[in-house]
């Protein structure tokens, strides 16, 4: 099971990678903090998730309180990743649709390929939100089996 997690948090960190890519290439830094904001939680969801994902192959301590305090620490990050990233993520979505009242997009100002980037962007990020809730169910629930044993 926790190679599974694993394999699904390397997903995570590429769909994360990609959609930091696709929205720099349709907006420059300085332009947009919201999109920045977004495009800093899922760079620090990849870091971790590479991290997290390869420590089931590189990482194992032979004192299983140690182990259990390792994956408690791994399941409260991820929890608290999942909620940065879905809270940016709501900011920018509500500032792309025009809902917030400061700071909405101009259609105007993007062609179709801008659109199509920016687009492909926001599903690989909430692809990426998607898979990280799913793993951090996955990991609670083992950490919550792992406590009553």
């Not at 907006?27 to 947009?32: G, L, R, S, T, V």
């Not at 809270?87 to 979505?93: E, G, K, P, Q, S």
């Not at 998607?130 to 089996?145: H, K, S």
Request: charged residues 10%; proline residues 1%.
């Amino acid at each position: 099971m926790k190679e599974t997690a694993s394999v699904m948090q390397l997903v995570i960190a590429v769909c994360s990678l990609l959609a930091v890519i696709f929205f720099s290439v349709v907006i420059p830094f300085p332009d947009d903090m919201k999109m920045f904001m977004h495009q800093c939680s899922l760079t620090t969801i990849m870091v971790l998730c590479l991290i997290f994902g390869c420590s089931t192959w590189f990482y194992n301590s032979n004192y299983s309180k140690t182990r259990f305090h390792v994956r408690i620490m791994i399941v409260v990050v991820l929890w608290i990743l999942l909620v940065l990233g879905a809270v940016t993520a709501i900011l920018f979505d509500l500032q792309f649709t025009g809902k917030l009242l400061y700071g909405a997009f101009e259609a105007d100002i993007f062609d179709t390929m801008d659109l199509i980037l920016l687009y492909t962007g926001i599903i690989f990020s909430a692809v990426a939100l998607i898979i990280l809730l799913a793993v951090n169910i996955i990991l609670t629930i083992g950490a919550c089996r792992r406590a009553k044993k």
